[in-house]
T-cell receptor, first 112, second 113 residues
Framework: KAGVTQTPRYLIKTRGQQVTLSCSPISGHRSVSWYQQTPGQGLQFLFEYFSETQRNKGNFPGRFSGRQFSNSRSEMNVSTLELGDSALYLC???FGAGYGYTFGSGTRLTVV | TQLLEQSPQFLSIQEGENLTVYCNSSSVFSSLQWYRQEPGEGPVLLVTVVTGGEVKKLKRLTFQFGDARKDSSLHITAAQPGDTGLYLCAVISGSSNTGKLIFGQGTTLQVKP
């Protein structure tokens, strides 16, 4: 079966711009979570969506936002990009809490 | 302060050696997960341990959950170059109906042929 698909795989943006990343979960999975991975901070939770509702949010500024559509696909948006936003952004999907999480390959965002 | 402390942070060994990676905390968890991540890819779930003292085996990998459910270890027997990667422990944070994973900082393992 198809895995979690993240697009694009690589992205280069300029400071001050905004970016939208996309995640298509495994068919049947209704929970989608987003994580930021950097060498210094490791993997950090951004937010989780379940059935189009944000259930949990991590400690990130309001420039980071997301949404989930009725088909469970999710997008995250980062506005007013800063150099420190350069990271690997990972999406994970699951049937729900208590089940295993399947991660996508990530989107590598570079802010210059 | 990290909720999950992994050690060591880096490990470089020769093929055929054994190794153990640790994941420690002062908190008690209902379950703990181990992931492996290869460069350019997302983490892949290896195992979930849920019972204190539980031991699970996955080929040459042995996972143990501490009796008090505060710590876990991953032991690899006769490591191979294909075991190279970032090993991460993680727990579910918050109420049982949310999907927020908290990860340790990870252990980077390099197995040289």
């Amino acid at each position: 079966k198809a895995g979690v698909t993240q697009t694009p795989r690589y992205l280069i943006k300029t400071r001050g711009q905004q970016v939208t990343l996309s995640c298509s979960p495994i068919s049947g999975h209704r929970s989608v979570s987003w994580y930021q991975q950097t060498p210094g901070q490791g993997l950090q939770f951004l937010f989780e969506y379940f059935s189009e509702t944000q259930r949990n949010k991590g400690n990130f500024p309001g420039r980071f936002s997301g949404r989930q559509f009725s088909n469970s696909r999710s997008e995250m948006n980062v506005s007013t990009l800063e150099l420190g936003d350069s990271a690997l952004y990972l999406c994970a999907s699951s049937f729900g809490a208590g089940y295993g999480y399947t991660f996508g390959s990530g989107t590598r965002l570079t802010v210059v | 302060t990290q909720l999950l402390e992994q050690s060591p942070q880096f490990l470089s060994i020769q093929e055929g050696e054994n190794l153990t990676v640790y994941c420690n905390s002062s908190s008690v968890f209902s379950s703990l997960q181990w992931y492996r991540q290869e460069p350019g890819e997302g983490p892949v779930l290896l195992v979930t341990v849920v019972t204190g003292g539980e031991v699970k085996k996955l080929k040459r990998l042995t996972f143990q959950f501490g009796d008090a459910r505060k710590d876990s270890s991953l032991h690899i027997t006769a490591a191979q170059p294909g075991d190279t990667g970032l090993y991460l422990c993680a727990v579910i944070s918050g109420s049982s109906n949310t999907g927020k994973l908290i990860f340790g900082q990870g252990t980077t393992l390099q197995v040289k042929p």
